[in-house]
């Protein structure tokens, strides 16, 4: 088994426990009604719940980069994006938001897709290619259109809408990240890695998308359901990474891999449940 496959894992279930604690955090803070952007910073900031769940979020970020860092974004991402699977189960245990009757298949297909992926290569990525800014350039018009449909009001709603905008966010950032560590680990002869990273756009667009992905996901769990959001965006946020790894890094995707990334989005899908604001 490769080692990707626990440290991946192990960031899903940091991220899960950070989705929950944020969500409650959010809950209570929608509760006290805190009027404008400013005092709804500064609510969140004192509410326990949240915090926590930036902390174990941050602890997930850090497993993630490690896992990002030095195997494949097609076989990392798909595994650590199984954490809505344990978000959902949580927030039907803590928060009383329905499973629906679709929960056990989802299991099965996440197992199936942990499975699938063991057998999968999990060898590094090379070097981004001319693909990488059109793609990264696509993909961030997608994410503002979508949050920006959401807010007009469209019929995608803002529930679906935002995270769906998250979830192509987080994917893009994703595949950022993998190439500002690749411009930091590959420096050329005479320069350092640092000043490698320094003179990359890379890592400056990362942070703008990151931070974009992070509001827009905020906003979304305050607009709606856990158990709705997070697998919507997750499910997003795993394929980007896995095409942008085979268009842009030139990663493999052999039956394996095919296999478990199918189940594994199959699984996130059926955990979003259907309706408008369920509890």
């Known amino acids: 088994m490769s080692p990707a496959l626990p440290v991946a894992l192990s960031a899903a279930l940091l991220f899960a426990s950070g989705n929950l604690f944020q969500k409650a955090g959010l809950d209570r803070s929608a509760e006290s009604s805190p009027r404008g952007i400013l005092a709804w910073a500064r609510?969140?900031?004192?509410?326990?719940?949240?915090?926590?769940?930036?902390?174990?979020?941050?602890?997930?970020?850090?497993?993630?980069?490690?896992?990002?860092?030095?195997?494949s974004l097609s076989v990392v991402q798909p595994l650590?994006?199984?954490?809505?699977?344990v978000t959902a189960l949580l927030c039907r245990k803590f928060l009383g938001e329905?499973?629906?009757a679709l929960l056990w298949p989802a299991l099965l297909c996440a197992l199936g897709g942990?499975?699938?992926?063991?057998?999968?290569?999990?060898?590094?990525?090379?070097?981004?290619?001319?693909?990488?800014?059109?793609?990264?350039?696509?993909a961030a018009a997608a994410m503002a259109l979508l949050a920006s449909a959401s807010k007009r009001g469209a019929k995608i709603g803002a529930e679906a809408?935002?995270?769906?905008a998250s979830g192509v966010g987080f994917g893009l950032s994703a595949i950022l990240f993998k190439a500002a560590w690749t411009a930091f680990a590959s420096a050329p002869e005479g320069l350092s890695g640092l000043?490698?990273?320094?003179?990359?756009?890379?890592?400056?667009?990362?942070a703008a998308v990151y931070a974009a992905a992070f509001f827009a996901s905020?906003?979304?769990?305050?607009?709606?359901?856990?158990?709705?959001?997070?697998?919507?965006?997750?499910?997003?946020?795993?394929?980007?990474?896995?095409?942008?790894?085979?268009?842009?890094?030139g990663e493999s995707f052999g039956r394996e891999k095919a296999v478990a990334v199918a189940l594994l989005t199959a699984s996130l899908l059926l955990f979003a449940p259907r309706g408008k604001n369920r509890v």
């Open 114 to 138: 942990v499975a699938a992926m063991g057998f999968a290569e999990a060898g590094d990525s090379g070097a981004p290619n001319a693909a990488l800014w059109p793609f990264a350039g696509v």
């Open 43 to 71: 609510a969140l900031l004192k509410n326990p719940k949240w915090t926590a769940g930036i902390l174990c979020s941050c602890a997930g970020a850090a497993l993630q980069y490690v896992a990002m860092a030095n195997w």
């Open 218 to 249: 905020q906003a979304a769990l305050l607009a709606g359901r856990g158990m709705f959001v997070v697998p919507l965006s997750a499910a997003v946020g795993n394929l980007l990474p896995v095409l942008g790894g085979v268009l842009v890094f």
């Open 161 to 164: 809408g935002l995270a769906l």
């Open 80 to 85: 650590i994006g199984l954490n809505p699977v």
């Open 98 to 100: 329905r499973a629906g």
């Open 195 to 206: 000043a490698a990273l320094c003179s990359s756009p890379a890592p400056w667009a990362y």
